[in-house]
């Protein structure tokens, strides 16, 4: 798998990897998700190609304390085959580079696959109650008005 920084031509496919995935929320519009990402760090948003298509993504963040990782995403059939191990790597180098010294990353509660997938490549739970207040609201006209998500939409 290649791995390299996401293009604007790369949005239709990743919003579609990300719906494929049961990543996206009704209360979180993906463009504009993207758009915010382009706007701080977009180095730090990477997509995964092989044989000439879009098979992952994985978003990361980092403001000078802490890094985060946001939106993994491994194509459902391709899954289990390294590849969501690779793009965190991948982030985490450029964290690292960055001078990131610790990586946080939310997944929901009912994500068991997601859980076990981050343990299995070293993350621990920490001992932290995650709070969120949503500032703008992403939701489209007419969607409903569930809770915010997580960070991660792992």
Known sequence: MEIRPFSPADEPAVVA???RCGLV???NDPR????????VRPDLF????????????????Y??????????????????????????????????????PKVNLQVRRSNVAAIAFYRR????EDDVVSFGKRLEP?????????APASRART
């Open 17 to 19: 990897l990300w719906e």
């Open 32 to 39: 504009k998700d993207i758009r915010r990402k382009l706007s």
């Open 121 to 124: 490549i070293g993350y621990a």
């Open 63 to 100: 403001e000078g304390h802490r890094g985060w990782l946001n939106y993994l995403a491994v194509e459902p059939t391709a899954q289990r085959a390294g590849l969501g191990r690779q793009l965190v790597e991948a982030a985490e180098r450029r964290l690292r580079a960055a001078g990131c």
């Open 138 to 146: 992403d939701a489209p006209a007419g969607a409903g008005t569930g």
């Open 46 to 61: 990477l997509v995964g190609v092989r044989d000439g298509t879009l098979v992952g993504s994985v978003m990361a963040g």
């Open 25 to 27: 929320r009704p209360t």
